[in-house]
């Protein structure tokens, strides 16, 4: 996947094809270099990474008190020209001065431009459904000191309004649907995230959640009137933050969108995701302690399937205790239970934003990640994109107590199941019973041989099976033991292999078994390992 090399990123939206190269593209915004330290934005292809334009703030970006392009968001196609609207933040920190830019999303043309004295209006920024009926969808914006005494609070603001500036300064209380008072003075945050939702009181119009992360509660409010309608209080440690909010789409099949708060606490307290009900507010479920990591969850992003099972599901940031690598990890929407992790795409640390589903990239039936890094050795910063293929096998087997690992030129790794490799690289294969169930039977291990982007045919009656029987090779069974007897220990078989010249262009499909009934499948001959894929170009 490509990787947008930037100096800082620290938000990143999906945009359509601007360049005709099929793909869709980005904004990446609050990008800081030597020359605009107050930040910059740029418009970036999606199939090369590279720019296709730029754009400065209003402050000029040539100071550090400028703070141009965070928040970059998509607003949704408010001109009804099939293209979602950008909008773009800058505030002079010197004084909180702000100033938004809308962009419309097929020219990149401005739609308007809305200027705030004080208050941070604009620090947070969602794109919502219709409020108020008029067809167009409207915008949730947080104001962290925007309100009476420095109080926080968040505008519901017309989508229309937005529109009909037609390229001129939008008047931002003519398109003020309401305000949204937080319930405590300057300090509170009230407003630093907020998660648009499904209609949660049946009126017809769709609610909004909004934390107050220095207070252990978030309010849904009714998008409707702005009233609040419950509140959701998070079980937290005194003083440990609750990080981030966000809708989550439907976990549990009601129909309505759910929420999920992230708690990052300093270890041993390692970090947690908590699910809440779109429709009560009720606890859904909490992660298990991953004591592997740190600040589990201090990142995290919302809604894309990537388990296969039907619910949306999480990823989100951890930090490997023994190894100190960045991770993004995988969480199941469903149950909270953990679906495993990968490192970022070019190796780098995670710089934090952006971390966003940005939907499927690589027509795998899987949405790709995009995650802000830095390498720390250089000081280079990218946007990774990063392919969560891993997370599902490709090549799954019979689904029991039977598990195959493979590893080039490194350790053995489960995930992922497709791996690539060079004429004189070290193969690694392995397979076994982790829990003793199939050890002792009788175990067999084989390959085929394909053309690399070549598709596998299947084995009609055995969708388990992912092995070419016209090419099939028998690496290992019971002939190859000593006596004509093998069975499988209970740590596994491990064989080695040396990448031949003559590979090239050639991927080898690996699949293990044991001579044992499936306890998954009801096949009475035979168990069979997920399949391993090792590609050589």
Not at 145 to 166: H, R
Request: aromatic share 8%; charged share 15%.
């Amino acid at each position: 996947m490509a990787s947008f090399q930037q100096y800082e990123n620290r938000q990143l939206v999906r945009v359509s094809d601007q360049d005709n190269q099929g793909l869709d593209d980005f904004v990446v915004g609050g990008i800081v270099t030597p020359a605009f330290p107050g930040g910059s934005t740029q418009f970036l292809s999606g199939s090369t990474g590279l720019p296709i334009s730029s754009a400065l703030g209003p402050f000029g970006g040539g100071s550090l008190s400028d703070d141009w392009g965070s928040p970059v968001v998509s607003l949704g196609d408010l001109d009804n020209d099939g293209d979602d609207e950008i909008w773009i933040a800058s505030f002079s920190t010197a004084n909180n001065n702000g100033a938004i830019l809308v962009f419309r999303g097929t020219t990149f043309s401005l739609m308007a431009t809305i200027t705030v004295s004080g208050g941070d209006f604009g620090r947070t920024v969602r794109k919502i459904a219709d409020l108020n009926g008029d067809g167009v969808g409207d915008v949730l914006i947080g104001a962290t000191a925007g309100g009476a005494n420095g109080q926080e609070q968040v505008f519901a603001v017309s989508g229309s309004a937005i529109a009909a500036a037609n390229g001129g300064v939008l008047t931002i209380g003519a398109g003020v649907l309401y305000p949204v008072p937080g319930p405590g003075v300057f300090g509170d945050e009230y407003g630093e995230s907020i998660a648009p939702l499904d209609d949660v009181n049946g009126d017809g119009v769709p609610d909004f959640g909004v934390l107050a992360d220095e207070v252990p509660f978030a309010h849904i409010v009714s998008g409707a009137s702005g009233s609040p309608l419950f509140v959701v209080s998070p079980l937290r440690p005194a003083g440990a933050p609750t990080m981030e909010l966000r809708s989550a789409g439907d976990l549990n099949g009601d129909g309505v969108g759910d929420l999920i708060l992230s708690h990052s606490f300093l270890p041993p307290m390692h970090g947690i995701l908590t699910a809440y009900s779109g429709v009560t507010g009720l606890q859904r479920w909490t992660t298990p302690a991953q004591t592997s990591f740190s600040f589990f969850g201090a990142i995290f992003d919302a809604g894309e399937d990537l388990s296969g099972d039907g619910t949306p599901d999480i990823v989100c940031y951890a930090s490997d205790n023994q190894t100190g690598q960045d991770l993004i990890a995988a969480v199941r929407g469903f149950d909270g239970s953990f679906l495993g992790t990968s490192p970022t795409a070019s190796g780098a640390t995670i710089a934090a934003e952006p971390m966003k589903f940005i939907g499927d990239q690589n027509a795998d039936g899987l949405s790709e990640v995009a995650v802000g890094t830095i390498d720390v050795t250089t000081g280079s910063q990218f946007t990774d994109i990063l392919d969560l293929g891993f997370l599902l096998p490709r090549y799954p087997g019979s689904g029991d107590d039977l598990e195959i690992a493979t590893g080039v030129n490194g350790p053995l790794s489960t995930t992922p199941d497709r791996k690539s490799a060079s004429p004189g690289n070290g193969l690694l294969v392995h397979f076994e019973s982790p829990n003793g169930t199939f050890s002792g039977a009788i175990p067999f291990l084989a390959a085929s041989l394909i053309g690399t982007g070549s598709s596998i045919p299947t084995v009609v009656g055995f969708p388990e099976i992912h092995l070419d029987l016209t090419t099939t090779v028998v690496i290992y069974d019971d002939a190859n033991a000593p006596f004509g007897i093998g069975i499988l220990p209970s740590t596994g078989m491990t064989f080695g292999f040396v990448v031949p010249a003559l590979a090239s262009g050639t991927s080898a499909i690996f699949q293990a078994g044991v001579l044992a009934p499936s306890q998954v499948t009801s096949n009475p001959l035979f168990t069979v390992t997920n399949g391993h894929k090792i590609q050589v170009p």
